[in-house]
Structures are given as C-alpha cells and as structure tokens.
Nanobody, 124 residues
Framework: QVQLVESGGGLVQAGGSLRLSCAASGRTFSTYTMGWFRQAPGKEREFVAGISRSGGNIYYADSVKGRFAMSRDNAKNTVYLQMISLKPEDTAVYYC?????????????????WGQGTQVTVSS
C-alpha cells in the first residue's frame, strides 16, 4: 500500500508556471506506475500525465503536451509535474495516483491509490 501527498498548488496568472510534487510513503515506490489527473468543478476527473516505474516512458494528454512535464525521483519517492504556459482552463484540483501495474493507463479507475489533491487556479 502507498500513501500519496500532493503539494505545490496555488494561484497563478495565465502564462505562469507551477511545479506540483507528490510524495509517496513506503519502500516500494519504484514498483508503482504513477499518474496525474485533474478535476475542474462540474467536470469529470481527467488524465493529465503518466509515468512508468523507471521513468523511461511518459504519456501526456493532448491538452497539456508541450506545456507540462512529468518526472519522478525514485530515490526520493516523489513525482513531479512541471507546468508552464498555464491557461485558465488548467484550473482544477490536481491529483496524484499510483498503481502497481506495468502499463500507464489514462483511466482513473485503473489507479488504486490517490492523494487528496492540490488546487491550481489560473487567473486570466
């Protein structure tokens, strides 16, 4: 089992940047595929990015390609989401997710463990 804690959210102007972090408990972090999702008010939770166990494979939603970068540091049990050129439509609660499965999935139900979320608000 793994526990996830996100941090780094906040209020930023359009065009600005933020870096989200997700710290995981446990000694088996490197065995988990990790994902970032987001949920805006009144909308379904949507996939943002996913990274394989080693960090060698990363997949992004089309809406964030070229603006967001996901990475992980298995020595620190942490994944990151660097976000640049933020837009008002990026406003949402951002969630970190983990699953002990080999393949990255864009489906929220495919992840067994979730953090509590961190709010990102982008003003126009």
């Amino acid at each position: 089992q793994v526990q996830l804690v996100e941090s780094g959210g906040g209020l930023v102007q359009a065009g600005g940047s933020l870096r989200l972090s997700c710290a995981a408990s446990g000694r088996t972090f490197s065995t988990y595929t990790m994902g970032w999702f987001r949920q805006a008010p009144g909308k379904e939770r949507e996939f943002v990015a996913g990274i394989s166990r080693s960090g060698g494979n990363i997949y992004y939603a089309d809406s964030v390609k070229g603006r967001f970068a996901m990475s992980r540091d298995n020595a620190k049990n942490t994944v990151y989401l660097q976000m640049i050129s933020l837009k008002p439509e990026d406003t949402a609660v951002y969630y970190c997710a983990a699953d002990p499965w080999l393949l990255i999935t864009t489906i929220a139900s495919g992840y067994a463990y979730w953090g509590q979320g961190t709010q990102v608000t982008v003003s126009s």
